[in-house]
T-cell receptor, first 117, second 111 residues
């Protein structure tokens, strides 16, 4: 089991540049989540997908942020243009719906640490 | 909306001592509760979860947690802490929406 795979692990860019973060969920999982972690705000849910369809993007901070899931094995989170306040660790997580529950536990990737100068 | 409070930002314990990390949640119905651990530079790993049934749940690495509905709490415990337990611990709650996480408690272990 390869787990959730994220790339890049580290990204340093300059303000105004486009940033694309990538995620490969665990095979067979039908939910995919993007979280952002900062010291000030902790873990925030940005957006989540079910069967490749965005369900709730109310956590996306601004129009500069966008996420796509073109197929069951790949998702991207894009920031354009990036700003210094976007510096954070971005986590992708996946899960599958368990019978009798509303949600399953999340399986996290190792995160993408973004620094915007 | 559901929410989680972890009152302790940072806790330091001696190796071999017992540990209790506090978690209080807010949710109108029966919640699904989780504890995750995050080592530096790593993602979050599930320690244990409560969905229903026995209110005392056992997890990995010798951790356990007890769901107390009357106190809206789900505290994490370990009888004897090891140096390798030093990490950030997150409590999370889910109802009919995705997991909402607390701000975390950083655990330091001293010799």
């Amino acid at each position: 089991d390869a787990g959730v795979i994220q790339s890049p692990r580290h990204e340093v860019t300059e303000m105004g540049q486009e940033v694309t973060l990538r995620c490969k969920p665990i095979s067979g999982h039908d939910y995919l989540f993007w979280y952002r972690q900062t010291m000030m705000r902790g873990l925030e849910l940005l957006i989540y997908f079910n069967n490749n369809v965005p369900i709730d993007d109310s956590g996306m901070p601004e129009d500069r942020f966008s996420a796509k899931m073109p197929n069951a094995s790949f998702s991207t989170l894009k920031i354009q243009p990036s700003e210094p306040r976007d510096s954070a660790v971005y986590f992708c997580a996946s899960s599958f719906l368990r019978t009798g529950t509303n949600t399953g536990e999340l399986f996290f990737g190792e995160g993408s640490r973004l620094t915007v100068l | 909306a559901q929410s989680v409070t972890q009152p302790d930002i940072h806790i330091t314990v001696s190796e071999g001592a017992s540990l209790e990390l506090r978690c209080n949640y807010s949710y109108g119905a029966t919640p699904y509760l989780f504890w995750y651990v995050q080592s530096p530079g790593q993602g979050l790993q599930l320690l244990l979860k409560y969905f229903s049934g026995d209110t005392l749940v056992q997890g990995i690495k010798g951790f356990e947690a007890e769901f107390k509905r009357s106190q809206s709490s789900f505290n994490l415990r370990k009888p004897s802490v090891h140096w390798s337990d030093a990490a950030e611990y997150f409590c999370a709650v889910s109802g009919n929406t995705p997991l909402v996480f607390g701000k975390g408690t950083r655990l330091s272990v001293i010799a």
